[in-house]
Each structure stands twice: as structure tokens, then as C-alpha cells.
């Protein structure tokens, strides 16, 4: 999975398959979470995004966890289709002094095969 | 609506060159952010405006000088261009300066710097 400051992990999936992205952050004072989409030759795109007093939350065919306890986040994707091959990255926003500041990851590569 | 808009596209500078990437947006929001993606290093923080008439630095400003030109337009400029500005720039920005907020990105400047 993809961890915020290190490699770009790729994932294969068939259409129609779930997809799980994985993001590890390490900054404990992190209260908000941020997933985004990017399809090649274009800006990051808004997927779902969740606060810390929260576990879960789901969107339209996605659902974002956070786990504390071990500072995970992961992006679930229902029934994966071909139009959803792109990077995702997770992004964070620690407060304190980098307040309204995010820090993004790296980015997973996923790529939906017909 | 058209969001976050960046101009030019494409640019290729020589070593020296100056220039100026465009950036302007019509949500009404507050705050406007500058990045540089390079591959495998996810998006970095040049330069923040949090609000109409302040600007900060980020995490890469060396090299670089921004402008906000009004609460629609926030300009980067590069005074010297050199080999290690050749990436792909995003302007984006959010509606406030707050740790819970999100950020809605342009489509990008790709500029190389021979």
C-alpha cells in the first residue's frame, strides 16, 4: 500500500472486481483525510474525504476507513470499472502549525483491465 | 463554471528564462495553493495564499515568487529557470484557510527547462 512520503505501488484489477487502496500516514496529529483521483494529463480530482472523530464513511461506489490505532486509511472501491484506472492519493491535513495545509502521499496506480 | 483555470498547458523555457504561470479561479474561494508533482514524489507545497493579501512559503519555495493578484487570480513566477524546475505545476485552491477543507485542482502546466 501506498504510505505518505515513499514508493507508488500499483494495483491490477478485472472490471467489475472490488479495489482496496491502501495509505499509511504517520503524523498522529493528522485530524482530516483526503482521497483524490488523478487520470493521466489532468489535475486531481476529489473523491471522498473523512475526518478523524470518524471510521468510515462512504460515497458513491466508494468507501474510505481510518484506523488511528495503526494511522491507515484505505480507499474501497465497489465494482471497479475501466474509467476508474488512474492515481490515487491520499492526502492529510495534520492542524497545528500546518494548518489548512495537506501533505500528500505518493500515489497508487490502478489499473482496471476489461 | 470552469473551476480552476492554468495557463499555459505546455511550456519549454531555456536555462534563465523567466516566466510567469497563470492561475485563476471562480468559486468564490479564499484560498489558493501552488504545487510541483515530479514523478514518484507525489505533489509538494511551493507557495500559499490563505487569504487575498498574504502569502506564505511551502515546503519547496526556493526558486520561485508568487503573486495574488486578487481573491480570483494567484500567479508563480520563475525568475531563473533552471533543469530542476522541469515538472508538472498545479494550482489549486479551497474555500478557506482551515485544517478541514478541500482542495480542488486546475489541469496542470507542464513546463521543461532545458
Known amino acids: 500500500g501506498e504510505s505518505v512520503g515513499l514508493h507508488l505501488p500499483t494495483l491490477s484489477v478485472q472490471e467489475g472486481d472490488n479495489s482496496i487502496i491502501n495509505c499509511a500516514y504517520s503524523?498522529?496529529?493528522?485530524?482530516?483525510f483526503i482521497w483524490y483521483k488523478q487520470e493521466s494529463g489532468k489535475g486531481p480530482q476529489f473523491i471522498i474525504d473523512?475526518?478523524?472523530?470518524?471510521d468510515k464513511r462512504q460515497g458513491q461506489r466508494v468507501t474510505v476507513l481510518l484506523n488511528k490505532t495503526v494511522k491507515h486509511l484505505s480507499l474501497q472501491i465497489a465494482a471497479t470499472q475501466p474509467g476508474d484506472s488512474a492515481v490515487y492519493f491520499c492526502?492529510?491535513?495534520?492542524?497545528?502549525?500546518?494548518?489548512?495545509?495537506?501533505?500528500f502521499g505518493q500515489g497508487t496506480i490502478l489499473t482496471v483491465h476489461p | 463554471n470552469a473551476g480552476v483555470t492554468q495557463t499555459p498547458k505546455f511550456q519549454v523555457l531555456k536555462t534563465g528564462q523567466s516566466m510567469t504561470l497563470q492561475c485563476a479561479q471562480d468559486m468564490n474561494h479564499n484560498s489558493m495553493y501552488w504545487y510541483r508533482q515530479d514523478p514518484g514524489m507525489g505533489l509538494r507545497l511551493i507557495y500559499y495564499s490563505a487569504s487575498e493579501g498574504t502569502t506564505d512559503k511551502g515546503e519547496v519555495p526556493n526558486g520561485y515568487n508568487v503573486s495574488r493578484l486578487n481573491k480570483r487570480e494567484f500567479s508563480l513566477r520563475l525568475e531563473s529557470a533552471a533543469p530542476s524546475q522541469t515538472s508538472v505545476y498545479f494550482c489549486a485552491s479551497s474555500e478557506a484557510w482551515t485544517s478541514k477543507n478541500i482542495q480542488y485542482f486546475g489541469a496542470g502546466t507542464r513546463l521543461s527547462v532545458l
Open positions: 473523512i475526518r478523524s472523530n470518524m
Open positions: 503524523n498522529s496529529a493528522s485530524d482530516y
Open positions: 492526502a492529510e491535513n495534520a492542524g497545528g502549525t500546518s494548518y489548512g495545509k495537506l501533505t
